[in-house]
């Protein structure tokens, strides 16, 4: 205990606050070095604050850690080489790489413009691509690594009104598993991090919001609020840090929904019912064997209001 | 037959391969089409009207409708242009079918910016840029279908294509989430993961490779195998159907598991490292790393044998 990461030089993006900074902290607790990256935005990517990474790093260096701040950005080619290079010219090599940092934009599909959905897919997935691209050249060099991703259930399951942040966390999921058989054969692993917490992030989901969605019959992922169960940003941590150490040495390409004192792995994208004929089906024969054989035990997650003229829909009988 | 009578839809990336074979089996059930295609190479480059216009042509030659568009899906314009063609020509849309896409493999130490980007544009842009301008329309009439593309290279993982399988993993999670959105307007949002031999799949490597395995047994699977299942999501009986994903090649077609938890360890309180040391291995019980380092590397915890 509080050396399991002696000796690794670490980078966590995003680590200015919420689960990102509970990340750096642990990391170094167990005697990690590491690079406290922040550009210090809001939750909607806006503004720029170096106090943030800072105050992590003074908090690390009290405790008796080793830690240094980086302001950039993830969001760029430039921007992620160069957090990287931090760390090597800091510590003089990378052992880890968490990809933490992330924004939020959300609107209902119908509504959302460009610039949402182009913030969003930057920061998460150019900012996922960005960091570990010049992290594996080095992890594949030096034949170790570890690079633990975020991704979330807005993606996983699905949830309203985040239809850039769900695609952007569920391509952080695929983009583990590949990265994960890329670099496998290098003894370096590479999994993700699908997170439950109360934090800046989840308190911009408006109470209002939540009860109108929940008004209007749509499936929601369990939130962040709900229950007596503490879900703290620091409950995220001892996941990424075991992870981490040596012991998870042969844990690779896998997801993990970790909140409050539950981790879970996900469950693989396989077949959970199928049907099958030699040749190629005709519409008149999907339709019959469809609803009966393949999604007889799904729910529709936002089922159309009784009152919706639907064509295809049985008609309810008259009262 | 005509089970899609008189349905307006629009088809992206119909010029060849998987979304020819969509195109032409909706024209077959009914369906008034637009035959979406830049004819663009299998990596984004160059473009070429005539595979739209082909299949148009192959349409209409058997009593069809159809129009072509070549606009790229890449674009906000672009997208809000395939879908005012369908308003344009036929006065309504029922249906968008996301089938557009391209390829440029290169491992993740390799990946050049450019080979990330463009991919991302054309897969995960083009979905949303032609289903935000069809979700207005469809919210607004209260009918719908949107039908997007996704790929094992992302939902089970494929060496060489981190780009592919990020951006393939995303219209999954973005079908989830766009189903959410509209359900509740008589819209339905799901998902297809294909398996065929098309001239994207036709340089897979096809031998012992554990680590890419999509090319495996491809050969058996020919790309017009895959519409069935993608028109019968668009019509009127599959109403209820919503934000589900479908992996189909040959003669099968099966509904996949969503990622979620699946195994869990629980405590009450914050966990400690040496806490998990002991006991994430036992829900790692027959879970198999994808890419295990071979014996003759040092790996820090690994027993020495």
């Given amino acids: 205990m509080a050396d399991l990461l002696k000796g690794r030089n670490a980078v966590v993006t995003g680590a200015g606050r919420g689960i990102g900074r509970g990340i750096a902290i642990a990391l170094a607790t167990e005697g990690a070095n590491v690079v406290v990256n922040d550009p210090g935005v809001a939750a909607d990517g806006s503004g720029f604050d170096k106090s943030p990474a800072d105050e992590v790093v003074e908090a690390i260096r009290s405790q008796g850690g080793t830690a240094i701040s980086n302001y950039d950005s993830v969001v760029s080619v430039e921007g992620g ?89 569920a391509g952080v999921a695929g983009f583990t598993r590949v990265v994960a058989r890329d670099l496998g054969r290098n003894g370096v692993t590479c999994n993700a991090i699908a997170p439950s917490a109360t934090t800046r992030m989840t308190a ?74 030699r040749g190629k089906w005709t519409l008149e024969e999907l339709a019959q064997i469809v609803p009966t054989e393949l999604v007889y035990d799904i729910a529709n997650p936002a089922p159309p209001p009784a009152d919706l003229d639907l064509p295809g829909r049985p008609a309810k009988p008259k009262e | 037959m005509g089970m899609l009578e008189g349905k307006v839809i629009v088809v992206t990336g119909s010029g060849r391969g998987i979304g020819r074979g969509v195109a032409e089996l909706a024209a077959e059930e009914g369906a008034k089409v637009v035959v979406n295609d830049a004819g663009v190479a299998v990596d984004g480059s160059g473009s070429d009207r005539a595979p739209a216009d082909e299949v148009v042509e192959a349409i209409r030659s058997r009593g069809g409708t159809a129009v072509a568009n070549c606009d790229s899906v890449a674009s906000m314009a672009g997208g809000e242009s395939i879908i005012q063609t369908a308003l344009d020509s036929f006065g309504r849309l029922d249906c968008l079918i996301n089938v557009a896409g391209i390829l440029r493999d290169r491992m993740i130490f390799n990946m050049t910016e450019q080979e990330w980007d463009d991919v991302i544009a054309v897969h ?41 399988g990020t951006a393939k993993s995303g219209t999954a999670g973005f079908t989830r989430v766009v189903a959410r959105d509209l359900g509740r307007y008589g819209v339905t949002c799901n998902c297809i993961v294909p398996r065929a031999l098309t001239r994207m799949t036709s340089d897979l490597p096809k031998g012992p490779s554990q680590e890419r395995v999509v090319g495996r047994g491809i050969e058996a699977w020919p790309p017009d195998h895959v519409a069935p299942m993608t028109c019968y999501l668009a019509t009127d009986q599959a109403w209820n159907i919503n934000g589900q994903v479908f992996l189909v090649y040959g003669g099968t077609v099966a509904l996949l598991a969503h990622p979620l938890p699946q195994r869990t360890i629980f405590k009450q309180g914050m966990w400690t490292a040496d806490e998990l040391i002991e006991m994430v291995p036992p829900m790692m019980e027959g879970i198999a790393n994808p890419a295990p380092p071979p014996e003759d590397i040092d790996v820090p915890g690994r027993p020495k044998s």
């Avoid at chain 1, 920061?123 to 992890?139: D, I, R």
């Avoid at chain 2, 301008?133 to 060489?160: C, H, K, T």
Wanted: glycine fraction near 10%; hydrophobic fraction near 45%; proline fraction near 3%.
């Fill in chain 2, 124 to 164: 995960l842009k083009g979905h949303f840029a032609c289903t935000k301008a069809a979700a207005v329309v469809m919210r607004q009439q209260r009918y719908g279908r949107i039908i997007n593309f996704s790929s094992i290279s992302g939902l089970w993982g494929n060496a060489g294509q981190a780009n592919y």
């Fill in chain 1, 81 to 169: 080489e160069n957090i990287i290079k931090t760390c090597v010219d800091s510590f003089g090599r990378i052992d880890i790489l968490v990809n933490n940092a992330g924004i939020l934009r959300d609107r209902m599909i119908f509504n959302m413009s460009e610039e949402e959905w182009d913030a969003v897919i930057a920061v998460h997935l150019k900012g996922h691509f960005a960091c570990t691209k010049p992290a594996a050249v080095l992890m594949r060099q030096q034949r170790y690594g570890r690079i633990v991703n975020f991704s979330s259930i807005s993606g996983l399951r699905g949830n309203t009104g985040q239809a850039n942040y769900g695609a952007a966390k």
């Fill in chain 1, 204 to 277: 911009t989901v408006p109470e209002a919001a939540a009860a109108i969605r929940a008004q209007s019959g749509v499936a929601q992922p369990r939130l962040a609020t709900a229950g007596p169960v503490e879900r703290t940003p620091e409950h995220i941590a001892p996941m990424v840090v075991y992870l981490c150490t040596d012991h998870a040495w042969n844990i690779n390409g896998q997801i993990f929904h970790v909140g409050g004192g539950t981790i879970s792995l996900a469950a693989a994208e396989m077949p959970v019912h199928s049907i099958t004929k």
